[in-house]
């Protein structure tokens, strides 16, 4: 064990999870590649999860921070006028396509939840929620009382009362003789069925991951949210879309990933990528609903100036740049070329995705069984191999990927050959 890895051991919590057998330790990046302690350099298809949507050491976001940082103020206090939070309010507010929407800030995606959450059971006078199964919103009390994902669970005694849907686990074998209409329409009459039996009908929201990053890139069908809407409206009841890994052009289709659901929600939630690396988060919602709690007061960081400045940076650099483009250009290469490797790989069970967020799913050849193992197998491989992926789903036997949304075809490529030869070398070692 390094030294760090014992100082870490020592005094850091056991359930932080650490990938690899011999954690890595990044000390600088660029572009789409960081650098580790021991001298290697490895192309970033993780983003740092998600995070680093442009990349390491953007020269605009650099000088963004840095000219913030010449004011003298790194924090001031946000009972201020800040001008930052102004600007990117309004650019955000235009994007969201929410009606009279307003916008308010904080420091990450638990923290975003949480207001959405807090806004949504205040409007609706009930603490009842509903969530999807497989779905992660973070670690907060109602955070990670809408979370349905086994490894993050243990601690939620919540103080909401949580009903979970259907939807993001269209993959399960009991759902594969469906068709996608079909698949909705038994959705939609369970979410009825739920409604009306299970909670009385006075339910505060629906708060969903268009795909579920944590739960392994898995999704709905396009259409089902617009489906699960209508009933939603029907009993008054609001949508939170939390788009804290899938806002920002990230799935190619859309800008907001809701949106390819043709489905405009009344709140949506957001944080990682907006900084670009910089902790940063917020909520968009309908104005009514953001202004109707009295004295909720501030937050002391979120919307700091340093941040402020880092996310109205990334976010000119991604619509001035079209990187929503981008994405989906590079991430039908990938995905592509994944699903054409496929067949030849036996420990391959699935590939899906959208954009630049796609996902192998490891099994047992044979069986179809899932595989941590394998899954943990092919890290290793792609790390000898200089790419850095991660991992997920409900058993651990899911590669993710979401490189930046700046990555170049040529990048792109190489990443692919890289993961194909992994996945061919532990197909040869698991026959
Ligand atoms: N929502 C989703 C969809 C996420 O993926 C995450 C983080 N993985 C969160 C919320 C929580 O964000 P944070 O870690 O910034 O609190």
Partial sequence: MSDLLARHRAVMPNWMALYY????????????????????????????IITNI????????????????ATGVVHTSTAYLLRGQVELAEKI?????????????????????????LLATYARKSNQVLAMRQSYHGRSFGAIGVTANRSWKNNAYTPLTVHFLHGGDRHLPQFAHLSDADFIKVCTEDLRHVLATATGGDVAALIAEPIQGVGGFTMPPDGLYAAYKEVLDEYGALFISDEVQTGWGRTGQSFFGIHNHGVTPDIMTFAKGLGNGFAVGGVVARGDLMDAPHATGLSTFGG???AMAAANATLDYILDHDLQSNAARQGALL???LKEAAPRLPVVGAVRGKGLMFAVELVEPGTGEPSPPLAAAVME???????LV?????????IRMAPPLTITEED????????????????????
């Fill in 21 to 48: 057998e011999r954690p890595i330790e990044i000390v600088s990046g660029k572009g789409v590649r960081v650098t580790d302690a021991e001298g290697n350099t490895y192309l970033d298809f993780f983003a740092g």
């Fill in 54 to 69: 442009l990349g390491y050491d953007v020269e605009e976001v650099r000088q963004a921070v840095e000219r913030q940082l």
């Fill in 93 to 117: 507010v235009a994007l969201s396509g929410i009606k009279d929407a307003k916008v308010f800030f904080v420091n990450s995606g638990t923290e975003a939840n949480e207001t959405a959450l």
């Fill in 304 to 306: 700091n100036p340093i």
């Fill in 335 to 337: 995905l592509d070329g």
């Fill in 381 to 387: 491989e792609t790390r000898k191999r200089g790419l």
């Fill in 390 to 398: 991660g991992k997920g789903g409900l058993y651990g036997n899911v």
């Fill in 412 to 431: 792109a490529r190489e990443g692919l050959g890289i993961l194909i030869d992994s996945l061919e070398a532990v197909s040869e070692a698991a026959k």
